[in-house]
């Protein structure tokens, strides 16, 4: 890399729920999913270790667990809302680093 190019790396918390088939079939077909998306208040959707999940990037560079419970039930809620058939207790958070590299 030349000196006068600066590699900016970014790493940020993401909390969300893996996306299995029924979870993706529901979203597709979600009129509030939809409705998100269109204002900009959507879930993000990324990969990790060749899996799909929906969530939150957290832009927090410090974070209790109370705070990550607190925001790993929101998103519960928010995919309760996308998919209603489906109950709260069926999606499983999970919580990883990803890292950005501009």
């Known amino acids: 890399m030349s000196p006068t190019k600066k590699s900016h790396v970014t790493v940020k918390l993401f909390v969300g729920c893996p996306i299995s088939s029924e979870i993706k079939m529901l979203l597709k077909q979600s009129q509030a999913r939809k409705q998100s998306l269109f ?43 996308y998919c209603p058939d489906m109950s709260v207790d069926q999606f499983s958070l999970v919580f990883f680093p990803q890292i950005f590299i501009a």
């Open 39 to 81: 204002e900009q208040q959507a879930l993000a959707e990324t990969s990790f270790q060749n899996k799909e999940y929906i969530g939150r990037f957290l832009d927090q560079s410090a974070i209790n667990l109370k705070e990550l419970r607190l925001i790993g039930e929101e998103i519960k809620q928010m995919l309760h809302t």
